[in-house]
């Protein structure tokens, strides 16, 4: 895959990352019975990112969750023959809880129905919302971002590529052409 388009740079996610939080917050009237829920794997170190502003601006702190997908997605029979499993950590009740569930890129849906049956077997959560990074279109099913990032046209032929610094030294996103 070649790298077409710097859509967003360091500062520029910083800057989403914030104003999700803010949104959240405003959304949520504070912190009160608030969790964040990291998708594996680009969504954790969102997720922790604005734990952080939020826990700045509110002055508590906010649990996070860790949720690998694997074993609920439609197209498991079509990934590698050994999937890499990344690991599920949600170390506070999800009963009762306001739960936002954090990725990088919405696309077709399906991650996010995988993620809420994922998190559904849990507990049951007073309510699921959902922060993106960047939503990208195509949708195959129902779903749509509580909080977005960046709202950013594609075709099917592209691929939107997110690098976190946690996971891979830098923050930015970019578009690319599939490879054939």
């Given at each position: 895959?070649?790298?077409?388009?710097?859509?967003?740079?360091?500062?520029?996610?910083?800057?989403?990352?914030?104003?999700?939080?803010?949104?959240?917050?405003?959304?949520?009237?504070?912190?009160?019975?608030?969790?964040?829920?990291?998708?594996?794997?680009?969504?954790?170190?969102?997720?922790?990112?604005?734990?952080?502003i939020?826990?700045a601006?509110?002055?508590?702190?906010?649990?996070?969750?860790?949720?690998?997908?694997?074993?609920?997605?439609?197209?498991l029979?079509?990934l590698?023959?050994?999937?890499?499993?990344?690991?599920?950590?949600?170390?506070?009740?999800?009963?009762?809880?306001?739960?936002?569930l954090?990725d990088?890129?919405?696309?077709?849906?399906?991650?996010?129905?995988?993620?809420?049956?994922?998190?559904?077997?849990?507990g049951?959560p007073?309510c699921?919302?959902?922060?993106?990074?960047?939503?990208?279109?195509?949708?195959?099913?129902?779903?749509?971002?509580?909080?977005?990032?960046?709202?950013?046209?594609?075709?099917?032929?592209?691929?939107?590529?997110?690098?976190m610094?946690?996971?891979d030294?830098?923050?930015k996103?970019?578009?690319?052409?599939?490879?054939?």
């Amino acid at each position: 895959m070649n790298e077409k388009t710097l859509i967003m740079d360091a500062q520029a996610v910083e800057r989403a990352l914030v104003r999700i939080a803010h949104e959240i917050m405003e959304k949520n009237r504070g912190a009160e019975d608030l969790a964040l829920v990291g998708i594996q794997r680009r969504g954790v170190p969102m997720a922790q990112r604005i734990a952080g502003i939020i826990e700045a601006a509110e002055g508590k702190k906010v649990p996070v969750g860790v949720l690998d997908i694997t074993w609920y997605r439609d197209d498991l029979s079509t990934l590698a023959e050994h999937p890499i499993i990344n690991g599920t950590d949600i170390p506070f009740r999800v009963t009762g809880k306001k739960i936002v569930l954090i990725d990088d890129v919405l696309f077709t849906g399906r991650t996010v129905r995988a993620a809420i049956d994922a998190l559904v077997d849990n507990g049951r959560p007073e309510c699921i919302q959902l922060a993106v990074l960047i939503d990208r279109g195509h949708r195959e099913l129902p779903f749509r971002a509580d909080y977005v990032g960046k709202n950013v046209p594609t075709s099917k032929d592209e691929t939107v590529n997110v690098s976190m610094a946690e996971t891979d030294g830098e923050d930015k996103v970019a578009l690319a052409d599939r490879g054939k």
